[in-house]
């Protein structure tokens, strides 16, 4: 099974990836896929532009062996064939207060804080016609996020449900409407 860990910029995915590779499981980089197989070229600063169609296309078979499941990392992996899609959401302002601490430009900030607020990773996943989880990742430690994740591929596996972890849990309409 291919879990996609996706969400956006600064919802912890870099760092549960972290963790799921020190306990052992086969977590690939959407970064570091699209650099090996040339389907991304460097954009504005540190920033990569993806081919998603080409990589997503490069993909097809690529995890077998793997190991079971294998953990896809970035905020595009709910566009390459995968199984199911982890969507880690985060309120907009802590995403913002990461991303500035992270040097992005101001214009960069707001764009992804507003992605955030209108869940567009998490729209996108389920278009795409996955089984999806969303989770809330500033409610939990980092140890305790991987265990949750690892727990929902279980439930996926087994046809088990997914609640409470269903799409349309996470409500960041309150802060947004706080900007006004």
């Known amino acids: 099974m291919d879990v996609a860990i996706t969400g956006t ?20 980089s959407v970064r570091e896929l699209a650099l090996e197989t040339g389907t991304a070229i460097q954009g504005e600063g540190d920033e990569l532009e993806v081919d998603i169609n080409s990589l997503a296309a490069m993909m097809f078979g690529r995890t ?32 913002g207060e990461r ?10 900030v707001r764009e992804n804080m507003e992605a955030e607020a209108v869940g567009v990773c998490l729209v996108e996943a389920v278009e795409a016609g996955l089984t999806v989880c969303e989770i809330d990742s500033s409610k939990y430690g980092l140890e305790e996020l991987a265990a949750v994740v690892v727990e929902l591929v279980e439930w996926a596996r087994g046809g088990e449900p997914l609640a409470p972890y269903e799409p349309g849990g996470v409500d960041w309409m309150e802060e947004v409407m706080g900007w006004y």
């Open 9 to 28: 910029p600064g919802t912890g995915k870099s760092s549960l990836a972290r963790v799921l590779r020190e306990r052992g499981y086969t977590v690939l």
């Open 64 to 95: 077998a062996g793997l190991g079971d499941p294998v953990f896809i990392e970035g905020h595009l992996s709910h566009l390459l064939p995968v199984d199911m899609a982890v969507v880690l959401r985060s309120p907009p302002s802590l995403i």
């Open 99 to 108: 991303l500035k601490a992270r040097g992005y430009s101001e214009e960069k």
